[in-house]
């Protein structure tokens, strides 16, 4: 059986006509681009064509080039369009990532073609138009609970970029672990840990590069006022009780928020080009503020009456602080109806109607919920898995829709999804086997349009893919 090289592409895109012409592998020899924004899509196809054993060349304008990149004003920067012929394929995009997004796609159907190698391999003529559907499409990883080496983030990088995933949020500190070098809190950086892993400033940096290479944007996390518990060993007077110090900081010592606030800096200093910097926000408990005369006070002087008020009222400052940095905050959806400015994102995880409790604010939404995309939920289960944890297939992400039934409601504020890999149970070398199989599906779940998603065609795409080696590839 031979599909139509035309229609095994993950994510599907919007538009496909065939024009009945064949344009076969072993006539490509020659790139040539008339765009400088091609440059990653480029390096994308002459690794590939030498993996394939066909190196691929740069032809200047004597070539008879068969690949050309040529820029598109009408089309957006993620937008891309591929015509073939019998004689050439054209790339259109209007920008870096639709380039690449392009190369992968084609990478995509040239494996196809290319399944009993290269003699009678050919490339099913036509044109192809695809354009995202959300502009927004993320990815969560937990490096606190078990870090993930410099080697492994490029990896995960990369495999986004391949589903065309754009935003990547890195939760970097948590009760188990600090993982970023300060020069605030030179002492915790991978101390205390099994894994001793932390990210230097060098490689941080390097990380910041190679993602945005792959057209990927950062959203660096620094969680609080709760899963502080490892910042607050080093600086336990900045809990309610310094003897125990706990999770949560205090919200009453008026040194926690300029402390937090110079760690801010250094982060946002760290991370220059990162438009938005989440501030955790998620599951800290009451219980050592009700107790804390500090906090008891500020209540008090504030004349707020419960501890989710303060806690409101101190995340909110913060929030204000990003915004006077000229960055925008994001934070989880908190579990008790708190509402932040509305410049705040809010990313919601605790259950399906948590968006429609947040557009009335006005807020951004980002929708991760738990059940539909959290990667450390076992996806089968022999996977390792805790009491919390619901089974999640490749068929449930691939199910996902942010809007839910409430497309209407939520037009205006449903930034995207973002699925998050927690690592509580999820060791380094182990990180590829939770993402990978269910990354494809996830993928069409963020950029395809919801009237061309099928399940069962896109298991006969995937399958496809598979059998022809690209998932090999994509592994390497
Ligand atoms: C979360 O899962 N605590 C956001
Ligand atoms: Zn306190």
């Known amino acids: 059986m031979r599909y139509s090289t035309l229609s095994v592409l993950i994510p599907v895109p919007r538009s496909v006509t065939e024009n009945g012409e064949k344009l076969f592998f072993r006539s490509l020899r020659f790139f040539r681009s008339f765009s400088e924004k091609s440059l990653a899509a480029q390096e994308k196809l002459v690794s590939f064509f030498a993996y394939v054993g066909n190196p691929l060349s740069e032809g200047g304008p004597e070539e008879p080039c068969q690949i050309l990149f040529q820029p598109d ?17 054209e790339i259109f ?10 190369a992968e796609a084609l990478m995509q159907m040239l494996f ?80 205390g840990t099994l ?8 490689e941080v940096r390097e990380i910041v590069s190679f993602a945005a290479k792959n057209h990927i944007g950062i959203i660096p996390e620094l969680d609080m006022p709760g899963h502080s518990g490892k910042i607050l060993s080093a600086h336990p007077e900045l809990a309610c009780d310094s003897s125990h110090p706990g999770s949560e900081y205090c919200l009453g010592n008026p040194q926690s928020r300029e402390f937090i606030k110079r760690l801010l800096d250094e982060i946002m200093e760290l991370f220059p080009e990162s438009r938005i910097i989440h501030l955790g926000g998620d599951e800290a408990e009451t219980s050592a503020w009700e107790k804390c005369p500090r906090c008891l006070a500020s209540l008090k002087e504030k004349k707020l009456k419960t501890m989710r008020e303060l806690e409101n009222a101190f995340m909110t400052d913060m929030t204000r602080y990003i915004v006077s940095c000229g960055r925008t905050p994001m934070m ?34 980002v929708y991760s919920v738990h059940t539909s995309l959290y990667f450390d939920y076992p996806a089968s289960p022999a996977e390792p898995q805790e009491s919390w944890m619901f089974e999640l297939t490749e068929k449930g992400v691939y199910m996902t829709d942010p809007f839910i039934l409430w497309e209407k409601e939520l037009a205006n504020v449903m930034l995207g999804p973002e699925a998050c ?22 993928g069409e779940c963020a950029w395809s349009e919801n009237s061309k998603k099928d399940y ?7 399958a496809y893919l598979e059998a022809a080696g690209y998932y090999e590839y994509l592994r390497k």
């Not at 989880?332 to 509402?339: A, L, M, P, R």
């Open 73 to 89: 004003p009408q089309l957006r920067k993620e937008e891309w369009k591929i015509r073939i012929t019998s004689e050439k394929i």
């Open 421 to 442: 890999l927690w690592t509580e149970t999820v060791p380094d070398w182990r990180i590829l086997p939770k993402l990978l199989p269910r990354l494809s599906a996830y």
């Open 332 to 365: 989880w959806g908190t579990c008790s109806g708190q509402v932040y400015p509305k410049d705040t994102v809010l990313q919601a995880w605790l259950d399906i109607r948590e968006p429609l409790r947040i557009a009335p604010h006005g807020n951004k939404v």
């Open 93 to 102: 995009s209007g920008g870096e990532p639709g380039f690449s997004y392009a």
């Open 195 to 202: 894994d001793g892993g932390f990210y230097t400033k060098e």
């Open 456 to 462: 069962y065609d896109f298991a006969r795409r995937k």
């Open 112 to 191: 196809a073609s290319l399944r009993e190698g290269p003699r009678e391999a050919w490339l099913d003529g036509g044109e192809i138009f695809d354009a995202p559907r959300f502009s927004y499409r993320g990815f969560m990883l937990d490096p606190a609970r078990h870090f993930q080496s410099v080697a492994t983030v490029k990896k995960v990088l990369s495999l986004l970029a391949a589903f065309r995933i754009n935003t990547f949020h890195w939760h970097l500190t948590d009760n188990q672990a600090w993982r970023l070098e300060s020069a605030i809190v030179p002492e915790l950086a991978g101390k």
